[in-house]
């Protein structure tokens, strides 16, 4: 049987104030925010200083599974 699957909507405040929001794939909660800091290492040129991250959504992997991200640009 296969590990249960969770799509993960988090958030990194840094100490500029910028926000970053982050959606990973993983099977459990530690991981997640690992995958994280990865996918938001390979976003930024530089990598910001996190001072938090938050876990804003944690939903089971289906079809049709998603997120609706705020854009205030």
């Known amino acids: ?3 249960e699957m969770f799509l993960y909507r988090l958030t990194a405040e840094t100490k500029t104030g910028i ?3 982050v959606v990973v794939l993983s ?3 530690e991981q ?3 995958h994280a800091e990865k996918e938001l290492e390979r976003y930024t ?6 001072t938090e991250w938050i876990l ?3 939903k089971r992997v289906r ?5 609706v991200l705020p854009h205030n640009g």
Do not use: C, H, Q
Request: hydrophobic share 30%; net charge negative; aromatic share 12%.
């Open 45 to 50: 040129i530089a990598t910001p200083d996190v």
């Open 32 to 34: 997640a925010f690992s």
């Open 63 to 67: 079809l049709g599974s998603g997120y």
């Open 27 to 29: 099977t459990n909660d």
């Open 19 to 21: 926000s970053y929001a």
């Open 1 to 3: 049987m296969s590990e």
């Open 56 to 58: 804003e959504e944690k």
